[in-house]
């Protein structure tokens, strides 16, 4: 997917306002915590962290999503560190983060999650928390936002396969009507997902 072009639009692709699924969710967070928001895009979540007092990095590979997000940090008169890097290159072992927050973070193959949820536990401080928020194979049907690769898609065992059941907080399977963008619009199968490793 090319999403520098999938951004280049007037309007922000999946809106300025946070995803619900943080709202439902922040309360699990660090409060006023280094938190480092993964696949950020167009930077919603992080502004809206930000705001609240969090201390707030945003990482996605996209230029044209990273240059939208510092419009709408610099609209809000917050601070937010940017990095634009790929996912795939981050070393994981160099910083830890109180918080770190993925929505809508869905672009790992399935073979390489348990990879990927090493590295994010590797930076993730004692007493921290892991949030991630995406959809389950049952959102093809509804084509309302994600991937349309149901490999790609979330279960609960996508999260029990890693984490030991002591360090899982939320691990939640719903159906809702979003509304965030034209980007995510209308009834969607969703996952939350909370850590404390
Ligand atoms: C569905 S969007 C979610 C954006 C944001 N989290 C939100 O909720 O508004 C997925 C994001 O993943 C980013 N992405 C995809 N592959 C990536 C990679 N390999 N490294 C870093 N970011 C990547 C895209 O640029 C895009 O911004």
Redesign the pocket.
């Known amino acids: 997917m090319d999403?520098d072009d999938r951004y280049s639009i007037d309007d922000y692709l999946?809106g300025q306002k946070p995803?619900q699924a943080l709202l439902q969710n922040e309360k699990h967070l660090v409060p006023c915590g280094e938190t480092l928001l993964i696949?950020?895009?167009?930077g919603?979540?992080s502004v809206y962290l930000a705001k609240k007092g969090f201390k707030v990095t945003s990482s996605?590979?996209?230029i044209v999503?990273q240059e939208k997000a510092k419009a709408l940090a610099d609209s809000h008169c917050v601070k937010v560190h940017f990095k634009l890097e790929?996912?795939?290159d981050i070393d994981w072992s160099r910083k830890q983060y109180d918080n770190i927050v993925g929505?809508?973070?869905?672009?790992i193959p399935p073979e390489l999650m348990g990879e990927v949820f090493k590295g994010l536990r590797l930076a993730t401080k004692k007493g921290g928390t892991i949030l991630i928020h995406g959809y389950t194979p049952k959102q093809i049907q509804y084509g309302t936002g994600g991937p349309k690769d149901v490999s790609l898609m979330y279960t609960k065992k996508t999260f029990t396969r890693s984490f030991n059941p002591s360090e899982i907080h939320l691990l939640e399977e719903y159906e809702a009507t979003i509304s965030e963008g034209p980007g995510h619009s209308g009834k969607s199968s969703m996952i939350d997902f909370v850590a404390k490793p």
């Open positions: 999403w999946f995803a696949a950020d895009g167009e919603r979540n996605d590979s996209s999503a790929n996912f795939f929505i809508c973070f869905q672009f």
